[in-house]
């Protein structure tokens, strides 16, 4: 498959938009940012200054992802979701740089464990997701948190390791 830039979308000159991605109608991609092959990005997205998003990602639409956001392979946004500046959503569980032998460790010897941001949540500010943690509708991710689990919809979470503090509406009150 082609990459696939709807007309109506922004593309900053300096942004890197490999093969095979999609970009949907009226998204914003900015300065130096990377979108990696098999990404697909939705409409009326904004994709800030230095984020990456890495292979295979999903990205629903009216996404905000802010500068110098991190999101790796096997995650999915669905739409409406806000990813603050600096978050980072991993996808490793397990991560070694080598093998149990001792040698490099290579695309088969680790297992993605995928991440699913629901319709309307939120993550804030430098905040890490760990791979294998959903994050439920209209949820709150605070700032700087880190999540090892699965957080419920509407539930604020805040802390290392994230604890829920509260309750949100889909209004973010």
Same mark, same amino acid.
């Given at each position: 498959m082609s990459t696939a830039i709807d007309p109506a979308a922004r593309i900053h000159p300096s942004a890197d938009i490999e093969s095979d991605v999609i970009v949907g109608s009226g998204t914003s991609v900015w300065q130096r940012?990377?979108?990696?092959? =098999?990404?697909?990005?939705g409409s009326e997205c904004v994709i800030g200054r230095?984020?990456? &998003?890495? $292979? =295979? %990602? &999903?990205?629903?639409?009216?996404?905000?992802?802010?500068?110098?956001?991190?999101?790796?392979?096997?995650?999915?946004? $669905?739409?409406g979701v806000f990813i603050g500046p600096g978050a980072i959503?991993?996808?490793?569980?397990?991560?070694?740089? &080598?093998?149990?032998t001792g040698e490099l460790a290579r695309a088969d010897d680790w297992e993605v464990s995928p991440i699913v941001l629901r319709h309307g949540c939120s993550i804030g500010a430098g905040a890490i997701?760990?791979?294998?943690?959903? %994050? =439920?509708?209209? @949820?709150?991710?605070? @700032? =700087? @948190?880190? %999540?090892?689990?699965?957080v419920p919809a509407h539930a604020l979470v805040a802390g290392s390791p994230a604890r829920r503090i509260g309750w949100v509406c889909a209004c973010g009150a």
């Open positions: 940012a990377q979108v990696r092959s =098999g990404a697909r990005i230095d984020a990456f &998003i890495d $292979e =295979g %990602v &999903i990205v629903g639409d009216r996404v905000k992802i802010q500068n110098a956001a991190l999101l790796y392979h096997g995650l999915t946004v $669905e739409d959503l991993t996808n490793d569980r397990y991560p070694r740089a &080598i093998t149990p997701v760990v791979a294998g943690s959903d %994050v =439920g509708r209209f @949820a709150t991710v605070a @700032a =700087g @948190a880190v %999540v090892t689990r699965t």
